[in-house]
C-alpha cells in the first residue's frame, strides 16, 4: 500500500507558507474530531463528526482515500474516500448508505468510483484554500486507482432560504448557471465537479432541508 504525501506551498496574501497533504493514521484522531467540531458547528448533528472507531475503519479499509492537510505542523483539515460500484442510471442514495453511517464498510475495492465520504477545513485556514487542495489529492487518487470517476454529495446550505419558492434541482441549476452562489457547490464547482443531481433525504442538515448535490469529476485516462 503506498502512503500519500505531497508538499507544497500555499499563499496567505502573498506570503508563501508550507502545506503537507498526507495519509492520516491513528496519532491523528484525536484532532481529527477535534477539527469535525469547529467545522460543523450546530445546527449540525455533533453525532455525524467522526469518532475514533469511524476513524480506525478509514484507515484499514482504505488508508489510501483517508488524507489530511498539515498547516506549519498543525493539522488543518481532513478528506475521506472510499470505493463504490455507481450506477449512473440510479444516482439517488443517501449518504448513510453510500459510506455505511461514516464507516465505510461499504468500501469495494473493486468498485468503478471513488466516494468522497467527508471533507473539512478548519474556518482558520479556509482562506488559504487548502479544501481545493484536498479534493484535488483525491483526483490523484481517483486515477491511480484506475477508478471511472469521483462522486459526493455536496451539501446545499443556502437552499432553506428558496425552498418556498423552488425545487432543490431548481436551485442547483440557479446555482450552476450564476444566478445564486452557494457556500458548497459554488465551491465544489470551482474544484471541477460538474452535477449529476439532487438527492432526497441525502443528509440530516437542516439548512440543506436534508438535500444532497450529487457531483462528480470523470477520470479524463478513462474516456
Not at 508538499?7 to 503537507?20: G, I, S
Not at 455536496?154 to 446555482?175: F, I, K, T
Request: aromatic fraction near 12%.
Amino acid at each position: 500500500m503506498a502512503r500519500f504525501y505531497q508538499q507544497f506551498y500555499v499563499f496567505d496574501d502573498t506570503r508563501p507558507v508550507p502545506v503537507v497533504i498526507r495519509s492520516y493514521t491513528q496519532d491523528d484522531f484525536d484532532e481529527l474530531i477535534v477539527i469535525q467540531s469547529e467545522t460543523f458547528p450546530p445546527p449540525y448533528p455533533p453525532e455525524q463528526w467522526w469518532n475514533k472507531e469511524q476513524l480506525m475503519q478509514h484507515i484499514t479499509l482504505f488508508p489510501e482515500g483517508a488524507l489530511c492537510a498539515q498547516v506549519d505542523g498543525m493539522l488543518a483539515g481532513s478528506i475521506t474516500s472510499l470505493i463504490v460500484d455507481y450506477d449512473p442510471m440510479k444516482p439517488a442514495h443517501s449518504w448513510a448508505d453510500a459510506t455505511d453511517n461514516g464507516y465505510i464498510r461499504t468500501h469495494k475495492p473493486d468498485g468503478n468510483t471513488l466516494y468522497i465520504a467527508d471533507i473539512c477545513v478548519r474556518p482558520r485556514f479556509r482562506k488559504l484554500g487548502l479544501g481545493k487542495w484536498l479534493i484535488q489529492s483525491l483526483y490523484h487518487v481517483t486515477v491511480e486507482q484506475g477508478l471511472e470517476r469521483l462522486l459526493g454529495g455536496g451539501r446545499m446550505p443556502g437552499y432553506h432560504r428558496y425552498a418556498h419558492e423552488m425545487s432543490a434541482a431548481d436551485y442547483l441549476d440557479a446555482v450552476v448557471r450564476g444566478e445564486l452562489k452557494d457556500p458548497v457547490i459554488t465551491f465544489l464547482l470551482r474544484c471541477g465537479r460538474t452535477p449529476v443531481g439532487v438527492a432526497a433525504d441525502y443528509l440530516e442538515d437542516e439548512e440543506s432541508c436534508n438535500y444532497g448535490a450529487l457531483m462528480e469529476w470523470k477520470n479524463p485516462f478513462r474516456g
